[in-house]
């Protein structure tokens, strides 16, 4: 079955690095794209970025442009989200999920998210 | 535009139907499908409403989504207890060259 598991919660201080991974399986992983989703404590859905894994281009939203790098590993299926200049509004449940339309809504299968928090 | 328009909560009794709307432009409703996701607390999104208007499976038919120009609803029929959750809409946004999601609308079972 299709699974998509991210790595494990995260404490940066502002201005640091974040990098959170999801490994997929039980699909072929070059046939989807994937999205990173943030959550922020008690809010809405908010889009990160997105990548397409068989050639690795990648769109980013405007807001988050020069701050977040998102890259791809063919060789084990796993996909990264790094966040720099951490900031406090950071502070959210990060969410990777395969999309089955590449300008679609579409996510069918999501991870489990992962926790960052910024705080000093 | 941020967000489409949720109202931020709706609730009903077991048994009812309760509609959850979400209102958008042009450049995302307008011109694109609709998508509603179903959120527990503490866990990841799931997807519940595809294309307007169609449901994965597992998903009973008691859900079901609409369209209309640059607005959508999502309607449960027959309510139950464990149709509380958050319920999200979604659509591409050509503006922001991206997924756009609604606001949100906590669903409480009275």
Redesign the interface.
Known sequence: QVQLVQSGAEVKKPGASVKVSCKTSGYTFTNHYI?W?RQAPGQ????VG?INPTDGRT?N??KLQGRVTVTRDTSTSTVYMDLSSLRSEDTAVY?C?RG?SS??????N????TLVTVSS | QS?LTQPPSASGTPGQRVTISCSGSSSNIGG??V?W?QQFPG?????LI??NNER?SGVPDRFSGSKSGTSASLAISGLRSEDEADY?C???DDS?????????TKLTVL
């Open positions: 999205y989703v809405g859905l908010e889009w997105k769109d939203a405007q969410y999920a089955l300008l679609a809504a579409y996510f069918d999501w991870g489990q998210g | 967000v694109n499908y998508f996701y866990t990841a999104p799931k997807l595809y294309r994965p999200y979604a659509a591409w922001l060259s991206g997924p756009l999601f609604g606001g949100g």
